[in-house]
Every structure is written in C-alpha cells, then in structure tokens.
C-alpha cells in the first residue's frame, strides 16, 4: 500500500514538530491508541486497538526515527503486530514546511507511506485496507489540527480565538508519520 498526502496544520512549524514528537500528543490525537512510550530518541513503542471491516484487534508496535532533520523533516519505520488478526510494516518519509492558507500562517505537513498487511488483514481486500487508512488519518490531522485552535474560516464573527495549545517538546518527530500510517491501515 502506498499513500502521499499533505496537510495544513495552523500553527509554526517548530510547534508542529514538537507535537509530532511528543508521545502525549500523539497517544491523544490516533483513533485508538493505548500508550505511546518513549524507548530512546528514536525509538518508540506503540499500543493501540484498531479495527478494519471485520477485522478488530489489540496492536503492538515498535517505531524507529530516522534522518531525522529538525525541524524540517525525518523517515520513520514500524512494525506492529496484532496477533491472529495479522501486521503491518513499512515507512513513511515526513516532510514539514512553512505555509499559508486561508490568510493563515502555518504548516505544510507531507508524507510518503510504503506499507505492506500480512494475515487476516491482507485477507480482507486493499479497498477495505486502504479506505480504512485514509479515515485513520483524517481523524488523526483532524484531532492533531484541533490542538493549534481553530482551522482556517472556522471562528465565527467576533467570537474570541482560543490560544494555542502548548505541545511539550521532544527530539525527534517520527511518530506523527508512523501513527498517521497506521491510522490509515487500521480504519481506526
């Protein structure tokens, strides 16, 4: 499976770096996700519950950054395993840039995801796999958007404009392509 996006995020680009490397961040903002832990600064493990048509099982996955290029850019590999219900591996290259839309400064969040589903979920059809990807994925930029305040066009006339969330800084940005991968592998 392979799969490319991008994303505005409104908030600065280092911001958006930090969140991608914070595993509090990133345990709120994937469908699912139990526990995200830090084993070094490039290493993480991953916990989490997905479900892909009629596929529905516990996950436990390894990540690991490389090239890591603050704060522009960075390779991220995983490997999870759900049992009985299959596994899932690839990479996913992350890019982040300046950008503005809407009249609104912010960042451009890219990504490249080569992944490969073994067992029950290769067994249940790319279409379902691929489909239930792309909605982990929305829900995962759409929680992670959310924590910067409101996306471009959203307040309503004169409301007040909720401050920014103040993600906690972390070295490495790896798990924001590894999760956003595997929202989009589990349907989550």
């Not at 049992?83 to 996913?92: E, L, Q, T």
Request: one cysteine or more; glycine letters at 12%; aromatic letters at 8%.
């Amino acid at each position: 499976m392979k799969m490319s996006s991008a994303r505005f995020v409104p908030a600065p680009q280092q911001a958006v770096w930090d969140a991608l490397n914070d595993p509090e961040v990133l345990k709120a903002c994937v469908p699912g996700c139990e526990s995200v832990d830090r084993v070094s600064d490039t290493e993480f493990t991953v916990q989490m519950t997905a479900r892909v048509g009629p596929v529905s099982a516990k996950f436990k996955g390894h990540i690991t950054l490389s090239d890591v290029n603050p704060p522009t850019s960075y390779t991220l590999a995983f490997d999870g395993q759900g049992g009985v219900a299959g596994f899932g591996k690839g990479k996913a290259a992350v890019t982040l840039s300046p950008a503005i839309e809407a009249g609104t400064k912010g960042t451009q969040l890219a990504y490249d995801v080569d992944a490969q589903v073994g067992g029950k979920l290769a067994q249940i059809g790319s279409r379902l796999v691929d489909g239930a990807a792309a909605k982990m994925a929305d829900d995962f930029f759409e929680r992670f958007s959310a924590r910067f305040g409101p996306a471009p066009g959203t307040e309503a006339a004169g409301a007040e404009t909720p401050a920014p969330a103040q993600p906690a800084a972390a070295p490495t940005g790896l798990w924001g392509r590894f999760m956003a991968w595997l929202k989009r592998l589990l349907g989550a």
